[in-house]
């Protein structure tokens, strides 16, 4: 059973930085190709960015490009998603998914591509 544990979310500042981490157990992550979403109150969950099963330069949103990046650590099982200047519109629960199917240098933005979701870790970014 794979099992997606995001942590590292919380409290801060516009213009401060956060990074949030998604273990993973149950299956090497050089398996998945490795999203990250997030949903704020009211809204959809939405795309933030995504990184391949080769670990390549990873696709962002648009809304977050130049302020985040994803990263991954096969060793450790782990992916990151590094947050910088956040701002308030960036408040949400973050959450982290796999893809089973994405071939090696494949991303999706689509949440119906993904097999796998944690259970999500808020971040809240005060004005």
């Known amino acids: 059973q794979v099992q997606l544990v995001e942590s590292g979310g919380g409290l801060v500042q516009t213009g401060d930085s956060l990074r949030v981490s998604c273990a993973v157990s149950g299956r090497t992550v050089s398996w998945y190709c490795m999203g990250w979403f997030r949903q704020a109150p009211g809204n959809e969950r939405e795309f933030v960015g995504a990184?391949?099963?080769?670990?390549?330069?990873?696709w962002l949103a648009d809304s977050v490009k130049g302020r985040f990046t994803i990263s991954r650590d096969n060793a450790k099982n782990t992916v990151y998603l590094q947050m910088n200047n956040l701002k308030p519109e960036d408040t949400a629960v973050y959450y982290c998914?796999?893809?089973?199917?994405?071939?090696?240098?494949?991303?999706?933005?689509?949440?119906?591509?993904?097999?796998?979701w944690g259970q999500g870790t808020q971040v809240t970014v005060s004005s």
């Open positions: 990184i391949s099963r080769s670990g390549g330069r990873p």
């Open positions: 998914a796999a893809d089973a199917d994405a071939t090696y240098y494949s991303t999706s933005t689509m949440t119906s591509h993904y097999d796998y």
